[in-house]
């Protein structure tokens, strides 16, 4: 199984021995292409990974992908880049048809694209995209990591906190339904603490009520623990980043350091 037919489903297959380390001492993910935050210059086609289906991605969309330049026949060079759907908002992605067999919705295929890199949205949980470009996409209270069928919350990279109800058959073809969403309206980062607040609660998230009235009347409370968990071992070792949300342990796929 190669490292992108694992990480499409299920990102933790199996218990193995929990460790712990730091972010600053965690290996990262080796390849010629940057990780990051971009922005779509302009609206352009890509596809879905495994497929040769058409998405979207209109100008101005904010996105986490990596990308890299390569040469064309001609000696023309080009970009190129593979994005995290994901965290990308449902408005967006709601037209977009059902993966082929032998492909997933949770990526783009790695194909020519129009983004240029552009600073974190203070509202992301994670700031720098050291080692996977799909870092804090899919936060979840256990290190499985299965987006395709198991409870999460994401915050989307235009601003949105959405949560997605486990289901109960696995799904990974079809773009999810957040079954509550709201739009986030204030954010506050001091440390390793991001509070964001918004008008009314998210069913699934455990944020709080701290107002009676006007635009922040809940706020989420996100805690970035400095030590990063890591299970499995040998050739199944998985990096987490660790979180403290609502007092509770929350995970996001950090890297595969072997």
């Given at each position: 199984?190669?490292?992108?037919?694992?990480?499409?489903?299920?990102?933790?297959?199996?218990?193995?021995?929990?460790?712990?380390?730091?972010?600053?001492?965690?290996?990262?993910?080796?390849?010629?292409?940057?990780?990051?935050?971009?922005?779509?210059?302009?609206?352009?086609?890509?596809?879905?990974?495994?497929?040769?289906?058409?998405?979207?991605?209109?100008?101005?969309?904010?996105?986490?992908?990596?990308?890299?330049?390569?040469?064309?026949?001609?000696?023309?060079?080009?970009?190129v880049g593979?994005?995290?759907?994901?965290?990308?908002?449902?408005?967006?992605?709601?037209?977009?048809?059902?993966?082929?067999?032998?492909?997933?919705?949770?990526?783009?295929?790695?194909?020519?694209?129009?983004?240029?890199?552009?600073?974190?949205?203070?509202?992301?949980?994670?700031?720098?995209?050291?080692?996977?470009?799909?870092?804090?996409?899919?936060?979840?209270?256990?290190?499985?990591?299965?987006?395709?069928?198991?409870?999460?919350?994401?915050?989307?990279?235009?601003?949105?906190?959405?949560?997605?109800?486990?289901?109960?058959?696995?799904?990974?073809?079809s773009q999810?339904?957040?079954?509550?969403?709201?739009?986030?309206?204030?954010?506050?980062?001091?440390?390793?603490?991001?509070?964001?607040?918004?008008?009314?609660?998210?069913?699934?998230?455990?944020?709080?009520?701290?107002?009676?009235?006007?635009?922040?009347?809940?706020?989420?409370?996100?805690?970035?623990?400095?030590?990063?968990?890591?299970?499995?071992?040998?050739?199944?070792?998985?990096?987490?980043?660790?979180?403290?949300?609502?007092?509770?342990?929350?995970?996001?796929?950090?890297n595969m350091?072997?």
């Open positions: 199984m190669t490292v992108k037919q694992w990480i499409t489903g299920t990102v933790a297959l199996g218990l193995g021995l929990i460790a712990y380390g730091t972010l600053a001492n965690a290996a990262t993910a080796t390849n010629p292409f940057d990780s990051g935050y971009y922005q779509a210059t302009k609206t352009f086609k890509t596809h879905l990974y495994g497929t040769a289906q058409n998405i979207t991605i209109p100008k101005g969309t904010i996105v986490q992908a990596r990308t890299g330049m390569r040469t064309s026949k001609v000696g023309q060079d080009y970009q593979e994005m995290d759907l994901l965290n990308l908002n449902y408005s967006l992605r709601k037209t977009w048809p059902r993966a082929n067999a032998g492909g997933v919705a949770n990526m783009s295929a790695f194909n020519k694209s129009s983004l240029k890199a552009v600073a974190a949205p203070k509202y992301m949980p994670i700031q720098q995209l050291t080692a996977s470009y799909t870092t804090g996409a899919v936060i979840t209270r256990k290190m499985s990591q299965n987006w395709s069928k198991d409870a999460w919350l994401t915050v989307t990279t235009d601003g949105y906190v959405a949560h997605f109800a486990a289901l109960k058959k696995a799904n990974t073809r999810r339904k957040p079954d509550s969403v709201a739009k986030v309206t204030k954010t506050k980062r001091s440390g390793s603490t991001l509070s964001l607040y918004y008008r009314h609660h998210v069913k699934g998230v455990p944020d709080k009520r701290v107002a009676k009235t006007g635009k922040a009347q809940y706020r989420l409370t996100i805690v970035t623990k400095k030590e990063m968990t890591t299970n499995g071992d040998g050739s199944s070792l998985v990096n987490y980043i660790n979180f403290k949300i609502g007092g509770k342990n929350y995970y996001t796929f950090y350091p072997n």
